[in-house]
């Protein structure tokens, strides 16, 4: 199976650890959060990579010249040009084309969901992506039906609402940015060859005629360490998230 680490954000929630650092080489105790997502995607299964590169990028090719582990890496150099998530997706669209399914995994997640799991979900349901949703607080939320489809986005600080198909009463839970995407998705979404956009603004335009479904995760232990306090705490709960 194959999976994408996005790698290649600035980092600037975590503020002084990422100005001479790429955010994927910020440790948690003696592993940097890049080698966690890699052991995390090879123990489920994911044994061939691709990651996206911008920020420090040099940085991370070193780090990868002298990683030490079975799974084959790859890189999508954006070094150029930052596409956002929707365009560094495409970029590196070319890794994916024999697949029934692969994975894409934020290098800032830390997470302990079954991702066979999510994967066979996904196959099952037939749908062009799988996004992995959680009920927790936060400021922007996607908007699913009660079949778990898709249908909107809402930001609660600035009350702008997006509604890409009609649904009473829609649940507002928030993207953990973990998803499954089916390969068809490349030739759904019409965009310019290294154009910049965002991975949610493409499910959200794809969600009006196709299934984007939700996959809701309450169980598993998870962590967004792109910021400084979360970060420490998962420093002080490491030994449930490293490998």
């Not at 080489?25 to 990579?49: C, M, N, P, W, Y």
């Not at 969600?207 to 232990?221: F, N, P, T």
Request: proline share 3%.
């Amino acid at each position: 199976m194959k999976a994408m680490i996005f790698a290649a954000g600035l980092g600037t929630r975590l503020g002084t650890a990422t100005a001479n650092m790429p955010k994927a080489l910020v440790k948690v105790g003696d592993f940097t959060l890049l080698e966690i997502a890699i052991k995390r995607l090879q123990k489920s299964g994911f044994q061939e990579i691709i990651i996206n590169i911008h920020h420090y990028a040099e940085q991370i090719i070193d780090f990868l010249k002298n990683y030490e582990g079975d799974a084959q890496i790859f890189l999508s150099d954006e070094r150029e040009k930052l596409l956002d998530t929707g365009g560094g997706l495409f970029k590196a669209s070319h890794f994916f084309e024999k697949e029934k399914a692969f994975l894409v995994y934020n290098v800032d997640i830390l997470c302990t969901i079954d991702l066979q799991n999510l994967m066979a979900t996904h196959l099952q349901n037939n749908s062009l992506a799988t996004l992995v949703i959680r009920p927790r607080e936060t400021s922007r939320y996607l908007l699913f039906n009660q079949e778990n489809n898709l249908c909107g986005w809402t930001n609660l600080i600035t009350d702008e609402t997006i509604v890409s198909r009609p649904c009473e009463n829609p649940r507002k839970l928030a993207f953990s940015g973990i998803h499954v995407i089916s390969p068809e998705i490349f030739g759904h979404y019409n965009c310019a060859p290294n154009s910049k956009f965002s991975i949610t603004e493409m499910y959200l335009e794809l969600s009006k005629h196709h299934s984007i479904r939700g996959y809701i995760d309450e169980d598993s232990k998870w962590l967004d360490v792109g910021k400084p306090d979360t970060l420490k705490e998962a420093e002080e709960n490491q030994n449930i998230f490293l490998p």
